[in-house]
């Protein structure tokens, strides 16, 4: 019998303007994870944070944006 799987990506803005939230998004993400692996344990589930202050590739280089001014 084939199994019907899904793919989910989670895409996490961890950037300043973020942080108010992020422990919100954290619980949130952390609950969808859970049922994920308990009801649908053949399922695959990715996870890219991006704004991080390690965040080190060429685009991120291109359009550095100063978060302190940026209306974003």
């Given amino acids: 019998m084939a199994r019907n799987r899904e793919g989910l990506v989670l895409l996490l803005d961890v950037g300043p303007a973020m942080h108010s939230i992020l422990d919100d998004v954290e619980k949130t993400c952390s609950?969808?994870?859970q049922k994920?692996?308990?009801?649908?344990?053949?399922?695959?589930v990715?996870?890219?944070?991006?704004g991080t202050?390690?965040?080190?590739?060429?685009?991120?280089?291109d359009i550095q944006v100063d978060m302190r001014t940026s209306p974003f």
């Fill in 36 to 44: 994920k692996l308990i009801y649908n344990k053949f399922d695959e």
């Fill in 53 to 61: 202050e390690a965040t080190d590739n060429e685009l991120a280089r």
């Fill in 46 to 50: 990715g996870i890219v944070a991006f």
């Fill in 31 to 33: 609950l969808l994870l």
